[in-house]
């Protein structure tokens, strides 16, 4: 997309509940990419090479599904042929590392309301430790922008929520036949 700086990047898991205006208007970091801090720890367990694993000096990693980039910044940094060359084509790892390698902690953070992870219980408090996310913020669904189902388990598939209740009122309440959402996102001209 050599004609286009800013765009959003949504995963196919993820659904927008509310008109995307203030998700849009969020500034792009420095490093070119906005995301919201990840709240599961998924890169502690990705194993780095030589055995490590994300460590505290890479900074807080981010959810991938749902960001603000800046293509600009992105080439500038040489971002395809340093890191995605290095981590991805190299070492074989999948986005969710290579982008936040291309950051190292510095990513603009979105609200949790633009990227509304799925979590399995919303009143279990979680215990921090030295990587975990310590003000984490379970905002109510009528608040949600963007909701994410991550992990294998979707409203969609017969793998059930039945933990998530938040989740399936929420999936009820929006989802749409694809025939249903053609019709709803037309607009005819007058």
Same mark, same amino acid.
């Given at each position: 997309l050599p004609c286009i700086d800013k765009i959003a990047?949504?995963? =196919?898991? $993820?659904?927008?509940?509310?008109p995307l205006y203030d998700f849009w208007s969020q500034p792009v970091a420095a490093c070119?990419?906005? $995301? +919201?801090t990840d709240s599961v720890l998924y890169l502690n367990t990705v194993g780095l090479p030589g055995n490590t694993s994300w460590h505290d000096s890479y900074g807080y990693s981010f959810n991938a599904g749902v960001l603000l980039l800046s293509l600009?910044? &992105?080439r500038q940094s040489k971002f395809e042929a340093t890191i995605v060359q290095h981590w991805a084509v190299t070492l074989g790892f999948?986005?969710?590392?290579?982008?936040?390698? *291309?950051?190292? @902690?510095?990513? @603009?953070? &979105?609200n949790e309301t633009m990227n509304m992870l799925m979590v399995a219980?919303? *009143?279990?408090? +979680?215990?921090?430790?030295k990587n975990w996310v310590t003000h984490l913020y379970y905002p109510p669904p009528e608040e949600w922008v963007i909701a !994410?189902?991550?992990?294998? +388990?979707?409203?969609?598939t017969t793998n059930a929520l039945k933990t998530l209740? !938040?989740?399936? +009122?929420?999936?009820?309440? !929006?989802? &749409? *036949? =694809? $025939?249903d959402a053609l019709t709803q996102s037309y607009i005819p001209q007058e």
């Open positions: 990047w949504i995963d =196919l898991d $993820a659904f927008v509940l509310k070119g990419i906005t $995301a +919201r600009e910044t &992105l999948n986005d969710q590392v290579v982008l936040n390698m *291309a950051c190292n @902690g510095t990513q @603009g953070v &979105l219980n919303f *009143a279990k408090a +979680r215990k921090p430790n !994410h189902f991550v992990s294998s +388990r979707k409203p969609w209740p !938040h989740f399936i +009122r929420v999936w009820d309440k !929006h989802k &749409l *036949a =694809l $025939a």
